[in-house]
């Protein structure tokens, strides 16, 4: 089986991802931060641990800024409802997921104003667009750091100062790119990143990210239990806790530690491996009859180790489903849960079939689902 | 090592919940319900299979009426927050969780009045005390099946009838129950449900579930991607898939889906050991000179099986840290997330000592924890 669907989950973990969960739900999953006992203290430990690695992939001095989440939708909503007030103003792309798109139409009927700034045919996002797009009112933008459907890298940079010039908070979605491009946060800082913890950063599902910029207060999601300031009947001020109620996910984030440090061990190959990967199956793809490809038309531009395709007139669903039945070959088809980035590439009507690389995607793996493409595109 | 530690997560799991766990992330966590190829339908049939195993459980015809969350806290804020309207008044009782209690807090400044009826010294709760709080705009009555710091368990019926003859709905903590007592909602049926996955029905940390009954429709806290509609802007209507956007925890959900297995073939002999265990060791302390007991006075009164008790004027947390250094014994000592139960049973000043047998706790280790309190007490 070739599994080319890493942009929905990374499939398989390292085998010391698996190894980590394991260790921790025979050995020590006590309830973490409530009692006092030695289980229950390691596992708050090894939760520490993962913060730390956490912080440091991302270079950001204080571990406690990183929140644990289910999942970057998780991180996601918190962000925005945490910090949008009724009468504010948000600015967001097209190219982006339901995620952020489905809590903007839910606050909008909270009285926060949207605009979402449409990208190019290829997905890509102007700056321009997005400074056209600021009011007096703008309290936030909110932007994916590369698309879910093309791979596209947005200009994180460029609207990063922009926001900061103007003393609007910027909001980065790295569902595409956390552990998968270097994101420098005291370099290039954020002011709120949600990440998910099983796709690059390679841990287990049921794991996510929020970093919190200092000095940034958030309203709260959930209130509940911490194990701290018990005695208060209001959520604690305290962070992480004000964030992270209930019993966290212990194996989980145990987990995610083992896949961050194996992002950190092996970050450059990783990275030269699925770029390379990822021009050589485009280049290949541009030769083959009938073959449409959406995103950046060169093949060097910047981009995850994400390519949308369709092939001829087929159905993306048909397309992707005879991949799989035919050659054994994971992708995804379909709107990938970005109903406007399917509209600015043109493809809101069959979707697109999504290959996906991973970090033990080889080669021999490619060419031969470039084969099982030629072969359909041969016959459509 | 002996682990009472039991009712703030179980520990351990069954043997078959590991594996599951290892099983699910090895061989086939894709992202369920994204993609249409092999793995990804695995991933979410096998969720189904936890799905139905937990409706099974508790007697609820329709499986997608169970809802996956990442704890029982994120039920009950759904839950609390996905019912209650400005307005709308809810009842609650003195010995509810911060679960409860701190998003009750958080509506109150939305416009929710709330009522929390005291309950007794012993912690239990009076449904004619719960009838006389009723108000004409009473929308909801939140209440705790079991207390997580006395045992106590709750007159669930008698309210629920009482709710049921007003037109008041009713959410049922199932914290310290689900898993442990029957639960039947088709003989008695609560309008919501919330309980966690990682304590008595013993799947891993990272799980929880929120049963909502037929016909009751809840605002959705988090939106997003749910593989679903992809095509709309706003959050589906679908159930499960209107509460449960981004990834779900797959390895978890499978695990949690061994987990009420083994529950459901166990259980008559868990809840008959538990019972005898937690009454020998009643039995046991009231004899030892210096122990306080909270709870009900009768040992053969109903309760889960969980003991708080001090010792003379020791605080609750030097005898949980001498239990666990000396004796080599976890439990967990303090307020126990529940601080207006510890007014209720005079402990807002020192906490106590909890005990809460597990599933694989032995009579053996009972009377270690025994001997090891006697120690205790002849020296303080």
């Known amino acids: 089986m070739i599994y080319l669907d890493n942009a929905a989950t990374s499939f398989p973990k390292p085998e010391a991802v698996y190894r980590a969960v394991e260790r921790c739900m025979r050995t020590f999953a006590a309830n973490p931060g409530r009692s006092g006992h030695k289980l229950a203290l390691q596992a708050g430990r090894e939760i520490y641990l993962t913060r730390e690695a956490a912080a440091e992939l991302f270079h950001v001095s204080d571990p406690f800024r990183m929140i644990f989440t289910a999942n970057a939708t998780e991180s996601l909503n918190l962000a925005l409802k945490g910090i949008l007030q009724p009468g504010d103003h948000v600015i967001t792309s097209s190219m982006e997921h339901n995620s952020v798109l489905r809590p903007l139409s839910a606050l909008k009927e909270h009285g926060i ?9 290829q997905g890509s996002l102007e700056p321009d667009a997005v400074q056209a797009a600021i009011q007096p009112n703008t309290r936030l933008i909110a932007v994916t750091h590369a698309s ?19 003393q609007i908070l910027l909001l980065l979605d790295a569902s595409q790119t956390a552990g998968i491009l270097d994101i420098d946060l005291a370099e290039c800082p954020v002011d709120l990143l949600a990440a998910p913890g099983h796709k690059g950063l390679l841990g287990p599902q049921g794991t996510g990210l929020l970093y ?85 038309d060169d093949v060097n531009a910047p981009r995850t180790g994400v390519v949308s395709m369709n092939i001829g007139d087929l159905d993306s669903c048909e397309a992707a489903c005879r991949l799989d039945q035919e050659f054994d070959i994971c992708t995804r088809p379909g709107l990938h849960c970005a109903p406007l980035a399917h509209r600015t590439i ?24 470039l084969d099982a493409i030629r072969q359909i595109a041969s016959h459509s």
Do not use: W
């Open 113 to 121: 104003m949207v605009t979402i700034v449409p990208c190019t045919r």
């Open 148 to 166: 879910n459907v093309t791979g596209t890298i947005m200009p994180v940079k460029e609207i990063m100062e922009m926001a900061r010039d103007r």
């Open 212 to 296: 919190i910029r200092e000095g940034l207060h958030l309203k709260t999601m959930k209130e509940g239990g911490t194990g701290s300031r018990s005695e208060e009947l209001t959520q604690p001020e305290l962070i992480p806790d004000r964030y992270e109620s209930g019993t966290l996910n212990t194996p989980g984030i145990v987990g995610l530690g083992a896949g961050i440090q194996y992002v950190k061990s092996h970050r450059a190959q990783i990275q030269e491996r699925e770029t390379q990967l990822t021009r050589f199956f485009l280049e290949e793809l541009k030769k083959v009859k009938g073959v449409i490809l959406y995103g950046a």
């Open 346 to 369: 043109g493809t809101l009507d069959r979707g697109t079939v999504r290959f996906s690389i991973g970090f033990e995607t080889t080669e021999a793996e490619m060419i031969e689902t």
